[in-house]
């Protein structure tokens, strides 16, 4: 058992298809590894193993699947998104018993592809914020040491795949939810392209800036789990059809050379000294693979302003109705609801116009460049018992999300971008490098990240057993 839950995803759906493991074994090794490490990293509040066994007893192939068919692989679902049946929080008190009667459509896509859902992963309330916490399930801990953060909000995804509790699990991501978490617990996430994974459904259909996207121990997995979710959805507006060629064909396309950019901050964020030089070696890993790297970066200037008024808009006309039960949230939600609520038209006008421009100056920038590289977060993982940081690099913050900037602005242009580990710092804590590929590039963006992690060795590190820790003092 224990060595199914090192194998990669893509190895096991290879055992799957050949009938050398069943479906079963599989959830029975993941109940067993969640009884073990659950006590300690808090990451899989909501376990649904009953549903899973009935489903994986009764499962039945189809005579033709697909590039992405699972055979009956569990997956761990960010219990943001609802499962039919299934207990689902969205990590606040306010729905602490809801029992949704129908599935989220990425749960929907996945479970037509042959995956197996047998646990939700925390995440903090209503995903806001970067720091996996909530008055319902409490605090996730970072399985590398105890007593720090695993970032968020995919946070619980990102610990379950770290300790080996998953294979593969869902991420969302706003202002770097994939992304962090997964630099933080030294796993991958990618945030793809708008429409690529069907998203909702949704009160908002039209909104590009929150996606749905994979979060896997491998570069390969992460693909594997790509081809798992992407497709039309008639619910779904912006979602897009899958493409021509598999994501995974991707990875054993042949080799070209690159013309890489990295930058330290984007220009725009503080960036601990620490982070920055880790990220700065990884950077150089590109020249041993062929590649010409450069220190370089578009003008994001004004990202931060824009992504201040955009988040709040959004969560303004999403969750204002929630404000009917200001005494069960979290301070930061009703603070960024009333931010939306407080807009102008002008100021409004002015975010969309410059959000505009940033995309654009991407798109020219990416007209140079294969790939940008830069921190995909500005400080190691912190003490978990801390909301945010508010100083980081000399630089204070006056709200829960300015310090997440270095992801946020990539969200802002559209272009899709992935966290894959790149090293630890001196005290052992996870770094993560961002890699941000050319608007719906991620075809290119996962060949290239997946030779770099073959070149870093990194991958072969999780799973683990949670790691004591002292917290900061």
């Known amino acids: 058992m224990d060595e199914l839950l090192k194998r990669t995803a893509t190895d096991v759906v290879g055992m799957l298809r050949k009938k050398e493991v069943s479906p079963v074994e599989l959830i029975e090794a993941s109940l067993a590894r969640i009884e073990a490490v659950e006590p300690q990293v808090n990451a899989l509040p909501t376990v649904c193993a009953d549903r899973a066994l009935d489903r994986a007893r009764s499962m039945r192939h189809p005579a033709e699947p697909g590039p992405g068919y699972l055979w009956g692989l569990p997956v761990v679902i960010k219990d943001l998104a609802d499962v039919e049946g299934v207990r689902t929080t969205y990590g606040s008190p306010?729905?602490?018993?809801?029992?949704?009667?129908?599935?989220?459509?990425v749960v929907q896509t996945l479970e037509k592809n042959g995956a197996i859902v047998l646990a939700k992963s925390n995440t903090p309330e209503f995903g806001a914020g970067s720091q996996?916490?909530?008055?319902?399930?409490?605090?996730?801990?970072?399985?590398?040491?105890?007593?720090?953060?695993?970032g968020g909000?995919?946070?619980g995804g990102a610990a379950a795949l770290a300790t080996g509790e998953a294979w593969i699990a869902t991420g969302s991501d706003l202002g770097g939810s994939l992304r962090n978490p997964a630099a933080y617990c030294s796993v991958v996430g990618l945030r793809p392209s708008a429409g690529r994974v069907a998203h909702g459904?949704?009160?908002?259909?039209?909104?590009?800036?929150?996606?749905?996207?994979?979060?896997?121990?491998?570069?390969?997995?992460?693909?594997?789990?790509?081809?798992?979710?992407?497709?039309?959805?008639?619910?779904?507006?912006?979602?897009?059809?899958?493409?021509?060629?598999?994501?995974?064909a991707a990875l054993s396309a042949p080799e070209r050379p690159l013309r890489v950019a990295f930058s330290p901050d984007l220009g725009i964020a503080p960036v601990e000294p620490e982070v920055i030089e880790i990220c700065a070696a990884a950077a150089r890993k590109f020249e041993t693979l062929g590649a010409t790297?450069?220190?370089?970066c578009p003008d994001l200037t004004g990202a931060a302003e824009v992504f201040h008024t955009l988040r709040a808009y959004l969560f303004a006309t999403g969750k204002e109705a929630l404000l009917e039960h200001r005494d069960q949230l979290k301070p930061e939600v009703i603070w960024n609801i009333e931010a939306g609520l407080n807009l102008s038209i002008a100021e409004l006008s002015e975010a969309e116009r410059q959000r505009g421009v940033l995309a654009e100056r991407m798109a020219t920038f990416l007209d140079d460049y294969d790939l940008l590289l830069c921190p995909a977060a500005i400080l190691p993982p912190f003490d978990a018992t801390m909301r945010y940081p508010e100083n980081v690099a000399g630089v204070h913050f006056d709200s829960y999300i300015g310090?997440?900037?270095?992801?946020?602005?990539?969200?802002?242009?559209?272009?899709?971008?992935?966290?894959?580990?790149?090293?630890?710092?001196?005290?052992?804590?996870?770094?993560?490098?961002?890699?941000v590929g050319k608007p719906r590039g991620e075809a290119a963006l996962l060949a290239a990240a997946a030779r770099f992690e073959g070149a870093t060795g990194l991958a072969q590190g999780v799973p683990i057993d949670p790691r004591p820790g002292k917290a900061a003092a």
């Not at 306010?94 to 459509?105: F, G, M």
């Not at 996996?132 to 695993?150: A, D, H, I, Q």
């Not at 790297?293 to 370089?296: G, K, P, Q, S």
């Open 94 to 105: 306010i729905y602490a018993d809801n029992k949704p009667v129908r599935s989220d459509l």
């Open 201 to 248: 459904p949704s009160g908002l259909p039209f909104d590009m800036l929150p996606v749905d996207g994979p979060m896997a121990r491998t570069v390969g997995d992460v693909a594997l789990m790509l081809d798992a979710m992407v497709g039309q959805h008639p619910h779904d507006p912006l979602s897009l059809m899958p493409p021509a060629e598999p994501f995974q």
């Open 293 to 296: 790297v450069e220190e370089a």
């Open 132 to 150: 996996t916490f909530n008055e319902v399930f409490g605090t996730t801990r970072n399985p590398w040491n105890l007593s720090k953060t695993v």
């Open 153 to 155: 909000s995919s946070g």
């Open 403 to 435: 310090w997440l900037i270095i992801c946020a602005a990539i969200t802002l242009t559209g272009a899709p971008a992935m966290s894959v580990p790149c090293g630890f710092t001196k005290d052992g804590l996870p770094i993560g490098l961002q890699i």
